[in-house]
């Protein structure tokens, strides 16, 4: 298992400004992913972020509205740039360990004025 | 287009009943993870099933995967207010390298004393 912490837990934010996410593991791991989830809802892949790659992104999303730093194995950031209301959502890093397996932070819940 | 379809997407069960979730796929998938997420957090693993058939038990929950590694369910038994949360569950794709998973929809319980 890994555990993981996520800065800032919530923000609000005026639109146009820019917030990054932190996520931390408390060990090393190659794989980590950021999701999105609207409340209530399931949750969707933004981005895989491995060490010493570019971001792999899903369909829909882009790295100039989410640019991924992953700098080392324990260490991650997801931006979301010129936010809108539509950006409100809660911000979900996890890792994987093991190949079938993720470990979710305890997200971050951004509301976009 | 949700590759796992989970069923029902709330159920609303008085405390001591039991109750069972469902999640299906037309895609095989190596590995199924369930999890379940309360209001403010991050979603937390409760079981990964790999091998077809198999059923595991935690407690007052038992996790079957299906033969054919399609679907799987989740039963609870005399269900109580802490069992009250949204449960996922996700599949591992056998072609994706990346690690990956599938979500499901998800399904909201909601155990009332």
């Known amino acids: 298992s890994a555990v993981i912490s996520q800065k800032p837990s919530r923000d609000i934010c005026q639109r146009g400004t820019s917030l990054t996410i932190q996520c931390q593991v408390d060990?090393?791991?190659?794989?980590m992913f950021w999701y999105r989830q609207q409340p209530g809802q399931s949750l969707t892949l933004i981005a895989t972020?491995?060490?010493?790659?570019?971001?792999?992104?899903e369909s829909g999303f882009v790295i100039d509205k989410f640019p991924i730093s992953r700098p080392n194995l324990t260490f991650s950031t997801l931006t979301v740039s010129n936010m809108s209301p539509e950006d409100s959502s809660i911000y979900l890093c996890?890792?994987?360990?093991?190949?079938?397996?993720?470990?979710f932070g305890p997200g971050t819940r951004l509301t976009v004025l | 287009t949700q590759l796992l379809e989970q069923s029902p997407q709330f159920l609303s069960i008085q405390e001591g009943e039991n109750l069972t979730v469902y999640c299906n796929s037309s895609?095989?998938?190596?590995?199924l993870q369930w999890y379940r997420q309360e209001p403010g957090e991050g979603p937390v693993l409760l079981v990964t099933?790999?091998?077809?058939?198999e059923v595991k038990k935690l407690k007052r929950l038992t996790f079957q995967f299906g033969d054919a590694r399609k679907d799987s369910s989740l039963h609870i038994t005399a269900a109580q207010p802490g069992d009250t949360g949204l449960y996922l569950c996700?599949?591992?794709?056998?072609?994706?390298?990346?690690?990956?998973?599938?979500f499901g929809a998800g399904t909201q319980v909601v155990v009332t004393p």
């Open positions: 996890s890792v994987d360990t093991s190949g079938d397996t993720q470990y």
């Open positions: 060990s090393q791991v190659t794989m």
């Open positions: 972020a491995n060490q010493g790659s570019e971001a792999t992104y």
């Open positions: 895609s095989v998938f190596s590995s």
């Open positions: 099933v790999v091998t077809g058939g």
């Open positions: 996700a599949g591992g794709m056998t072609t994706d390298s990346w690690g990956k998973l599938q």
